[in-house]
T-cell receptor, first 115, second 111 residues
Framework: EAQVTQNPRYLITVTGKKLTVTCSQNMNHEYMSWYRQDPGLGLRQIYY???????DKGDVPEGYKVSRKEKRNFPLILESPSPNQTSLYFC??????????????FGSGTRLTVV | TQLLEQSPQFLSIQEGENLTVYCNSS?????LQWYRQEPGEGPVLLVT?????EVKKLKRLTFQFGDARKDSSLHITAAQPGDTGLYLCAGPTSHDYKLSFGAGTTVTVRA
């Protein structure tokens, strides 16, 4: 089944403890992206990647890192999480580098709580 | 400030009624997309409209792209409880590498 897989689905952590949220897609998509979704603010883009080894900042990149060493994987790294990073996170992918034109396939989300 | 403004924010109707959700912007978009998101899941792409004035139908859902490509609407005929969800419109920014989302319209269809 074509899909975007995120892990974990739920995560509670403490301030300052480094964590990684994994994202993998099995559709050979070139474009991948991370979003966070917050009440009243909607979906905001954190980082995106047009292809392997090519990443760029979205609208809210502060406090996050990403890497794209393989086409299928796009992990999101929080080096020192803070409570304001408590949110619902989504990974998404699209067939072509111009991902926004073709529409996204989203993962099921990771609900992160930082205490 | 959202690049795409959706209205209404919330909509609650009885099964069998019709509803329309609007997505407006002051900017011109090359295309607009509509997604539906159910609780606990990621958004799912419903449709992409590309041409100004374009109308697309997906069963009981009708999507329209404005002639000037600045707005879009989603109309649901004879709504069913299964149509309940958060409806999001989205459009590419100027360089097509970023997708900007509206804040969404929460639709509740009561049985």
């Amino acid at each position: 089944e074509a899909q975007v897989t995120q892990n974990p689905r739920y995560l509670i952590t403490v301030t300052g403890k480094k964590l990684t949220v994994t994202c993998s897609q099995n559709m050979n998509h070139e474009y991948m992206s991370w979003y966070r979704q917050d009440p009243g603010l909607g979906l905001r883009q954190i980082y995106y990647s047009m292809n392997v080894e090519v990443t760029d900042k979205g609208d809210v990149p502060e406090g996050y890192k990403v890497s794209r060493k393989e086409k299928r994987n796009f992990p999101l790294i929080l080096e020192s999480p803070s409570p304001n990073q408590t949110s619902l996170y989504f990974c998404a992918s699209s067939p072509r580098p111009e991902g926004a034109v073709y529409g996204y396939t989203f993962g099921s989300g990771t609900r992160l709580t930082v205490v | 400030t959202q690049l795409l403004e959706q209205s209404p924010q919330f909509l609650s109707i009885q099964e069998g009624e019709n509803l329309t959700v609007y997505c407006n912007s002051s900017s011109v978009f090359s295309s607009l997309q509509w997604y539906r998101q159910e609780p606990g899941e990621g958004p799912v792409l419903l449709v992409t409209v590309v041409t100004g004035g374009e109308v697309k139908k997906l069963k009981r859902l009708t999507f329209q792209f404005g002639d000037a490509r600045k707005d879009s609407s989603l109309h649901i005929t004879a709504a069913q409880p299964g149509d309940t969800g958060l409806y999001l419109c989205a459009g590419p920014t100027s360089h097509d590498y970023k997708l900007s989302f509206g804040a969404g319209t929460t639709v509740t269809v009561r049985a």
